[in-house]
């Protein structure tokens, strides 16, 4: 009962399944769902799902480890660090794009760019704009949104019948310098007192 309840809540929440799978796969968790998945949201009723929806967002918001050998988690680390992680680690979004396009997986991109935004923009992007000075935030944002229309390119690029290699790797190596931009300002950070 349990997988049917949290694909229920993924669709509610507006999180595709591919790319809430993705992500436990990144932090290297083996998702398993019951191959019977579709039929048991049927039989949810309001109040199982409410409650589901309450619990999945509750684990979400917990502490997840990262990937990181000294094992200190990303609510901890210097976003900065992690923004670093994500463009040159292998284990990081901007390789596994990278493996995908070159494979071919335009299917398996088109799904991961779909969440990856609220991962590498949202979440550590806008962690370390914040850290910056005030004058130097306006530019920050302007990269930031950079990035966001390098997903969205690579993201059109890997649609059903548009899927385009040269396209999706023109707008990965313009994601790759847009983050090196934002890598760029760190030496502007003021140290916290």
Do not use: H
């Amino acid at each position: 009962m349990f997988p049917s309840r949290l694909a229920l809540s993924l669709l509610i929440c507006g999180i595709p399944a591919l790319a809430f799978q993705n992500l436990l796969l990144r932090q290297g968790i083996q998702p398993k769902l019951a191959p019977s998945t579709k039929l048991e949201l049927t039989s949810l009723n309001r109040r199982d799902a409410l409650m589901t929806i309450v619990g999945i967002t509750g684990w979400l918001s917990q502490t997840v480890p990262s990937n990181a050998a000294d094992g200190t988690s990303t609510s901890t680390k210097n976003p900065y660090d992690l923004v670093r992680f994500e463009l040159y680690d292998p284990k990081g979004g901007v390789a596994l794009m990278q493996k995908r396009i070159d494979a071919r997986d335009f299917e398996g991109l088109l799904e991961f760019t779909k969440g990856y935004d609220q991962v590498l923009r949202k979440q550590y992007m806008g962690k370390a704009k914040k850290m910056l000075p005030k004058e130097l935030q306006e530019k920050a944002t302007i990269i930031c949104n950079s990035v966001t229309f390098d997903l969205i390119g690579i993201n059109r690029n890997s649609r059903k019948g548009q899927e385009n290699y040269e396209g999706t790797l023109k707008y990965l190596n313009e994601l790759k310098q847009d983050a090196e931009k934002l890598l760029a300002l760190e030496s502007y950070v003021t140290p916290a007192e």
